[in-house]
């Protein structure tokens, strides 16, 4: 992964980052870096994630899928960082299966869903960490009836994955059902490169070896400079050019197929960071489409936004046919990536010249090795905003708030966050 963090600095067009900050900010990098290190080291919560290029054991999670490998379909019933991470893989690679992830509850699509897939020719997997979170456990109720109702035996097609405790846990152990362990102290948006975000991919057909092995560039690559790691100039310049108002980080990628991507992005970098008043709003955009809507904002409209272009230096091409309609004789002499390359080259330009900060996030290819960078070093970069930040990186109080009061309200359990809730709809 190469990100060119040129068109953050400084310029007489734009109020950028100054080379002087930026090695200031070094110091802090460097600090940062050791914290980081002795997280990694002690396998700390949260650090853990960083070392899943070695310990995330490819083969067990090869080994558990094996009896699906005859599905066509594969549910994946999860949510959040118990559903982004292989949503992400999926999407972004040509797989062999259909690959639906069931994280929403909305009645009408889940119908919609369970209409149109062939039940007995599906494998499921149930993917929750904490094994209570509710959305899940009530989809996967959804198909397991869906499934006796269609006649298939639920317990020959599904598989779970989940901590070492918990309902979903006994539920495997009740019904003999393959099982896959969470890693310990690796939180739901940085488990994409665990059982957790792996398992998906495998059974869709991808090389997990060269996902890992393309992680495991990045975290080799981790030293104390973001002048020598791109990973870690990526979250130095995204913190200090938020400390400079750009408040919002739209993430674009040229590339449909990491349009995913760029949600898996903004989950983690929201529920990371956004704590004790501070945080970057993500906002997920996609080249060259939002160019014709989004873009108007990120150039001309408040001065709060950094954009990330991401793309792909080489990428699946088709000619353009040439034609002798009148002004289009252009077209023809191209393709299709050369004029997304152009879009993407004319954007990074046109915010520059509005000096409009932008960053510039490159891999080779979208293939496994290049996704394995990628969100490695984005795993990393966030980690090291959120040192530079001072915050809890690892936690997700917000968010456990809203799991607890759902619960509540639905009567399953005492949790003072439904009384609030209760309050609320009372005064109303
Ligand atoms: O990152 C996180 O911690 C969350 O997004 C969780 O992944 C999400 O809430 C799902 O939790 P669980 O895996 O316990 O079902």
Redesign the pocket.
């Known amino acids: 992964m190469d990100v060119d963090i040129g068109n953050a600095l400084a310029t007489e067009a734009s109020p950028g980052i100054s080379r002087a900050a930026l090695e200031r900010l070094d110091e802090d990098v460097a600090q940062a870096h050791e914290r980081i290190q002795r997280g990694r080291a002690n396998s700390d919560h949260g650090y853990a994630a960083l070392n899943l290029p070695a310990t995330a054991h490819p083969d067990t999670i090869r080994a558990a899928v094996e009896p699906f490998d005859d599905a066509d379909h594969l549910l994946v019933v999860?949510?959040?960082?118990?559903?982004l991470g292989a949503a992400t893989l999926v999407d972004a690679l040509d797989g062999d299966l259909s690959v639906h992830v069931l994280d929403n509850v909305d009645p009408a699509h889940i119908n919609d869903l369970l209409q149109s897939v062939p039940l007995a020719d599906a494998a499921v997997n149930v993917?929750?960490?904490?094994?209570?979170?509710a959305e899940?456990l009530a989809n996967f109720l959804v198909v397991r009836d869906a499934m006796d109702q269609a006649g298939v035996d639920w317990t020959d097609r599904t598989f779970v994955t989940?901590g070492d405790e918990g309902p979903l846990r006994d539920l495997a152990g009740t019904h003999d059902l393959p099982s896959l362990r969470?890693p310990d102290d690796v939180?739901?948006?940085?488990?994409v490169l665990s059982t957790?975000g792996l398992a998906a991919a495998v059974l869709d057909g991808h090389d997990i070896d060269a996902i890992l092995a393309g992680a495991g560039e990045v975290a080799d690559g981790l030293t104390g400079s973001l002048f020598e790691c791109p990973a870690y100039a990526y979250g130095a310049t995204t913190y200090a050019l938020d400390a400079r108002g750009a408040a919002v980080n739209a993430m674009m990628p040229y590339a449909e197929s990491l349009e995913t991507y760029a949600e898996w992005f903004a989950?983690l970098w929201a529920?990371s960071l956004g704590k004790d008043g501070l945080g970057q709003t993500p906002v997920r955009t996609l080249g060259a489409t939002d160019q014709h809507s989004q873009l108007q904002l990120y150039r001309a409209g408040p001065r709060n936004t950094m954009v990330t272009l991401v793309r792909p230096t080489e990428r699946t091409d088709r000619e353009i046919p040439t034609t002798d309609i009148e002004g289009l004789a252009y077209l023809g002499d191209s393709s299709l990536g050369e004029l997304l390359d152009a879009e993407f080259a004319a954007t990074e330009a046109s915010l520059a010249a509005a000096g409009r900060p932008n960053v510039r996030v490159e891999i080779d290819r979208v293939d496994e090795r290049g996704l394995g960078e990628l969100l490695y070093g984005m795993e990393a970069a966030c980690v090291l905003a959120g040192e530079l930040y001072g915050v809890d990186t690892f936690q997700?109080p917000a968010?456990e708030w809203g799991?607890r009061a759902a619960r509540g309200l639905l009567g399953g359990g005492e949790f003072e966050e439904a009384d609030a809730v209760d309050a609320k709809t009372t005064l109303r």
């Open positions: 999860g949510i959040g960082g118990s559903a993917v929750s960490r904490s094994g209570t979170t899940t989940t969470v939180p739901g948006r940085f488990s957790v989950q529920e997700q968010v799991k």
